[in-house]
């Protein structure tokens, strides 16, 4: 029977390892040295913050594992060799393998920092480092965190719960505007000075600073060379792929490990999903490497098939995403940039309380719907994917963005505000 | 893993100067309360009652204040699991066993709480008098003590709920809703109607609300009598509470599922919606607890159904001084069974799969001891049992013990809703309509869902919400209260309870929105 063995037992693994069990009845192994089972990696804090336990943060029972016949094995796979279909792990045993797929997602960015590695730094990707985080911050009287992003916002917020002082070194003039247009970097802004949290904007840290115990003591920041005194310091300045295991192998890298549109590496029967892929080539205005939850089960869904004998490539619909910036719920669809691109233009509408806003991306001579972003509203994924491809402008999605609306029943709507609002900042046609 | 967690030593998860005040005030109430159950003797009763009782709603309300006031509009359930009260820890514990304590006294030894068979009222039931006596003009008993904290407890912790979910709309008016109809139609109203009462009318203690089955004993032959005695209104209420359950019902948990019900009138779910909601959390979501729910809910359905028609058959004459007579009313809840057992296999035969074989079960169950009470009754027995033996039987099982001790009781172990979930005959009823003939859904929002389990978490039915929201298909569940705290929970938009149409309200996806389109029609067609 052929065995398809999986590394990494993240949302790309275990979809992967589902749908091919959906398909087929070939031997299936999913390896992990991270947890025993599957969980949801993106609910991590909220362990940290008491909303759930570690159990909840498991979607399948232990026992369906079992049911299904997918065998877990708790190990960390040291070399791959593809010329004869071989594992070995850390611990020399080995494995063999007729198929494998490599999900084993990403780590947080080191970027050579003095200090870097000291006691009390550390990320937020793993169990581990959760687990480690509850170690670090017993005695925590202030934590630093460098790096802009969601994680950043969400260790800030984890922090913030256990009544921890926090200083948020964010590189940029305004948080997450390499992706987020100015309007709605500016919301975040103040929601995490809402919080009490220091944010530091157009600050790069420069140094970690050690005490005597090779534990971190403090902080310089690289502009002012102010020092921050601190127990914690938090790296969430981006992820790279976690692909360190395989420099010897033999399968091609760059940043990650590369794929064709089939997720297949330079070995036919070796492929790579999730973090850890990177396309030769980037697929419409994605990334090469799609660090995100959404992309990582696309990819599982569509490597399941070519294994299974329906060759498939990574073709993904209309780019989504969302997120959750304390208590602002953020979703996209399509593309929005932080500056209109040439011929696209952005309407943007802020309400008054200064947590709810949308921008609309569209083409100026078409008036085609290119993309939506929208705060503290709720949207329907479906009608917008719906609009996307049906290519409706921008004035169809303003009239019926009602239709789009997902927030719960009697929530106040804002449609005719927007509409109004549309209305005004629009030229008067000739 | 989660000990180390919740023994950082950080002092966050403790309360704070004010809350621990706000206890301390709610608290020195209740111990007013329990001075007068150990038979203190209070001079000024009307005094002490209504200190107490101001002290307990005070300090209710002052808590959520210190707990919720100055934090930002948005999902607040930091340290829940790190609580001993809110994680079944030794304070969770206490808890459970004081409520569990005080349910046992109150339904099997109401004399320790001062009532009297002869005689004054002593111990705390006298000190609620004044009030008693101020509403209906009767002394108190042990079902007004019951009646009034249980109405304070909806209306303070009504009152922290809708503090917490300041920012969402749909739980505020749920809670306004239930908070009024507690305090209105299940409070006032019926003390009011005492008052009515004389030597020559008499009408029953009647929640309007309170519907059968959940009202087991509404259709008992002292109630029945005496609404047909008192003439047109109580004619009226009678025929209201038939009409209730018969059209009322089916036509509300049609347009709007049994949310309607259950989490906007019911004094059961009040209760588990407001005093309940800090323990939300604790029910079981596993697949095992799910099978057994679905047998013991149906058992009892089984059980008050059969119950009910003993009780009504036995006092019904042959020919009788009702218009209805044992054989037709024995053929009237036949045909009535046999006429919705009949639509739903001829009509949802495909959604009920299955459940098809367990349905035609309990279905038969029923009909056989119908004929079984046509045939081996006599004397005053219904099929072998007197039928007052059934009722007190259900009484104490199912009325007493299931809601009360274990229900509410328990709510610090299995969680606010076990009652609703595992034994209420009125949620199954809604329930089973719910799942096959109503608009009500929980929409899942195509692809969004990152699978991190709040939802499941916090859904006080069991409900494992992720495991449909993940698939992308919506969740359409009998035991679905529709609370909207999934939704409210949810940190990437992916819930919405709604009414729609019915078409395609199931919809299980292979593959979910936002990947290739061929791939998911090829998959999802299959």
Sequence with gaps: ?430 | MENNLSLTGDASSSLNIPQKLATFLGVSGLFILALAAFNMNFPNKAIWLYTSLAAIGIGVIWFAQATYANKTEGIKNDHIWFKSITNRGVLGWITGLILTGFYIVLYFYPELLGLNAEGENTGVISLFDPLSNLLSGNPASQWFVYGTLYTIAILTFGVKFIWKYRHNKYERLRTFSVMFFQLSFAFLIPEFMQRLNSENFSLPYYDLKNIWPLNYYNFEQYRVDSMINAGDIGIAMLIFGVVSIFVITPILTYKYGKRWYCSWVCGCGGLAETAGDSFRQLSDKTQSAWKIERWVVHSVVVFVTLMTTAVIYSYLGEDGKYWLNRTSFLIGVAVLLTAVFALVMIFKRNEFQKDAKFGAIGYLAIILSLIGFHFLSGDGKVFLFEAEALRSTYGVLIGAIFSGVIGTGFYPIFGNRVWCRFGCPMAAILGFQQRLFSRFRITTNGGQCISCGNCSTYCEMGIDVRAYAQKGENIVRSSCVGCGICSAVCPRGVLKLENDSMNGRINANEILLGNDVDLMDLLNQK
């Design chain 1, 1 to 430: 029977m052929e065995h398809v063995v999986i590394i990494g037992n993240g949302i790309s693994g275990i979809t992967a390892a589902r749908h091919i069990r959906k398909e087929s009845d070939k031997r299936i192994t999913v390896i992990s040295s991270e947890s025993d089972h599957f969980f949801s990696r993106t609910a991590l804090m909220y362990v940290y913050m008491g909303h759930m336990k570690w159990n909840h943060l498991k979607p399948y029972e232990d026992w369906f594992w079992e049911k299904n016949r997918i065998e877990l094995k708790n190990a960390f796979v040291s070399q791959v060799q593809p010329e004869i279909n071989q594992l070995t792990f850390s611990s020399g045993e080995t494995m063999e393998y007729d198929t494998l797929i490599i999900a084993t997602g990403s780590n947080y960015n080191k970027f050579g920092w003095k200090g870097q590695d000291l006691e009390g730094v550390q990320g937020m990707v793993t169990k581990q480092d959760l687990e480690l985080l509850e170690e670090n911050t017993k005695k925590c009287k202030r934590a630093v965190i460098v790096g802009g992003g969601l994680i950043g916002s969400e260790m800030a917020e984890m922090l913030s719960t256990r009544n921890i002082p926090v200083t948020f070194l964010v590189r940029e003039s305004s948080f997450w505007n390499v992706v987020l247009p100015p309007g709605e970097s500016d919301i975040i802004n103040n929601h995490i000075l809402e919080h009490h949290i220091d944010l530091r904007l157009n600050s790069n840290l420069k140094e970690i600073v050690s005490d005597e115990n090779g534990r971190v003591k403090s902080i310089i920041i690289e502009e002012t060379g102010e020092e921050i005194e601190c127990d914690l310091v938090g790296l969430t300045a981006g992820v790279s792929p976690n692909i360190n295991f395989l420099k010897e192998s033999g399968i091609e890298l760059g940043r990650g490990v590369k794929v064709n549109r089939s997720l297949q590496t330079n070995f036919k029967n070796i492929f790579a999903i999730g973090d850890c892929a990177e396309q030769h080539e980037a697929i419409g205005e994605r990334r090469p490497i799609e660090a995100v939850w959404y992309t990582g089960r696309m990819m599982g869904e569509v490597v399941a098939q070519t294994i299974c004998g329906n060759p498939m490539e990574y073709k993904p619909g209309h780019w989504f995403n969302s997120a959750k910036f304390f208590d602002v719920e953020y979703q996209t669809y399509g593309w929005v940039f932080p500056e209109p691109r040439d011929g696209e233009a952005h309407f943007h509408w802020k309400h008054q309380d200064g947590r709810k806003c949308i921008t609309i991306n569209y083409q100026e001579g078409s008036r085609k719907f290119v993309g939506i972003n929208t705060f503290g509203i709720r949207m329907r994924h479906e009608t917008f994917d719906k609009w996307l491809t049906e290519e409706k402008s921008v004035d169809f999605v303003i009239e019926n963005l009602k239709q789009a609306n997902f927030d719960p029943e009697f929530y106040k709507t804002f449609e005719t505000e927007i509409y109004k609002s549309f209305i005004q900042q629009q030229p008067v046609a000739n």
